[in-house]
């Protein structure tokens, strides 16, 4: 580069004008893109425009490029002759310097050229933390935590559930914060900056995705359609006079003296499983029926929200999250002051939290307590590394972990107190023990339990209402989380094909996610909900955050990463975060995995019971996701040339350097 160059002179990284040839042992005396070899030992640092020696023994030096995506390569293009690596010297105002570049041709030059342009960003430090906080609290929030808590000793499982988010969850949540945002990568190209050979977990995360997006819509379908049938004056499932019902329907809450036999069944239970699911109509996963054209219809138009929600990137679902991340949160507590009121609602509290201290003992909770942390803050899915790689370089992303990762577990708290008072309103109208009331886990906890008690309140319809509109809003941005971490994986992976056609890809992703979600709506579909929430997104999940920490901690290097993470915040990480990424964190993956393995979960939905056959079916598309790490493995150590102590050394070493911003000048190294 010339001296004297000004602004006007200098050209975009994407300019192709601002390539040049240069031959070994020459200057580039033009504005050329120079592309560092990563064992450079020189960085830039914001400090003055000054050249430094790295820090420590970092030799994985940072590459300068304002913060943008950046393909370097180290091996010369096929085909080309004589072409070798070229050695560029760069007179610069103070002091000179020489870097190593890579000549670039045809397909792969093309692919480090788009890769350079410019990256999306927030727009506002606030729409990311709405965005994560959207994300971690989702129904699991609503109805599974307060079950887990009164079902493993109440106010004492409160210990474990701290021990373990302490411990475990949260160190993976600031890990994958920090990851995301230094290399500002989505899942499956940031392999190449940490440790190439684990790249398959970038593909199981997005095939773990799909599978969620394919049930986790259809429960927003059923709540759709809930919703729409909340604009009534008399709720649907209020009493027994509807098509849908039985001899057996009972309404107790009428005014007549009803009394609750064995065998009754609340008009709420009814509508959930005979008019909403029609489970009646299918007898087992072995004869799923037809497809629910109302449910059909629900989804169609949750998918065609969340298309418009996410087609742009991060600047149009970081608006949109205002309105689904807070509503929820207003919602909770109108219905938490309306909870409170209700005869009977302290039943419901004393229960939720009286303190079993007898069952800490027990391995199981524990279990429980760093299964909920974990699928509560929900590393693993691809989505925080996905929305840290859009935040600004030298964002506090410590802070926002520990913020984010508090506010989820308080809301998990007090979502306890939403359900609970309700359900001992429901104990005292039924005259029963909140025991037996509370029984139900999973989403009937919700349409059927909470329904009913809604619809037995004054003003039942506008509490239906909020309350459907609420766990709405929940799901939702959690779906344009998932979704998003499968599209910046994609795009940053295949840059030269999906960077200018983001809309495209998102419509073919939206339609297939749709094309899954068919088995899920037809008259069986609830027992697949439910065969996938289990068995398809637990254990391979927990094997994907597993072997993440593994390759950070242990591969990548925690001395590395604490000196990325020192790069960005200007404080490196304690020796606290340093003994969780080592050691204590992999510890709780494995010891959570193993027990699910050791004891999987029997299945029984309703009346239908799985048969064993179900629980191998459920392993295999489990293991489907999960297969991808070791195919890639095998694959990797293939294709790369050399002995096998050769390839293997080549395959745990990053292939290229991450960008690191300076100023408002675009460069790739100095």
Known sequence: MENKATSNETQPLTSKKGISDCNEGEDCKENGLLIRNPKSALRLVDDGNKVHPGQGDKEEAAQISNGYSGVQSSVPCSGMAEAEDAQCTAPAATTTTTTTTSTTCGAEGQQQLMELGDRETWSKKIDFLL??????????????????????????????????????????????????????????????????????????????????????NTIMAWVFYYLVSSFTTELPWTSCNNAWNTGN????????????????????????????????????LDDLGGISWQLTLCLLLIFIIVYFSIWKGVKTSGKVVWVTATFPYVILFILLVRGATLPGAWRGVLYYLKPEWQKLLATEVWVDAAAQIFFSLGPGFGVLLAYASYNKFHNNCYQDALVTSTVNCLTSFVSGFVIFTVLGYMAEMRNEDVSEVAKDMGPSLLFITYAEAIANMPASTFFAIIFFLMLLTLGLDSTFAGLEGVITGVLDEFPHVWSKRREFFVLGLIIICFLGSLA???????????????????????????????????????????????????FAPGWYWRVCWVAISPIF???VTCSFLSNPPELRLFDYNYPYWTTVVGYCIGTSSIICIPIYMAYRLIITPGTLKERILKSITPETATEIPFGDIRMNAV
């Open 520 to 570: 899920t709506l037809t008259f069986g579909g609830a027992y697949v909900v439910k065969l996938f929430e289990e068995y398809a997104t637990g254990p391979a999940v927990l094997t994907v955050v597993f072997l993440e920490a593994v390759a950070v901690a242990w591969f990548y290097g925690i001395t590395q990463f604490c000196n990325d993470v020192k790069e960005m915040l200007g």
């Open 131 to 216: 965005s994560v906080i959207g994300y971690a609290v989702d129904l699991g929030n609503v109805w599974r935590f307060p079950y887990i808590c009164y079902q493993n000793g109440g106010g004492a499982f409160l210990i474990p559930y701290t021990i373990m988010a302490i411990f475990g969850g949260i160190p993976l949540f600031y890990m994958e914060l920090a990851l995301g945002q230094y290399h500002r990568n989505g899942c499956i190209s940031i392999w190449r900056k940490i440790c190439p050979i684990f790249k398959g977990i970038g593909f199981a995360i997005c095939i773990i995705d799909l599978y969620v997006a394919s049930y986790y």
């Open 249 to 284: 329907c009972t309404t107790y809450f009428s005014k007549d003296n009803i009394s609750w036999a064995l065998h009754s069944i609340s008009p709420a239970e009814e509508f959930y499983t005979r008019q909403v699911l029609q489970v009646h109509r299918s007898n087992g």
């Open 589 to 591: 993956l494995l010891f």
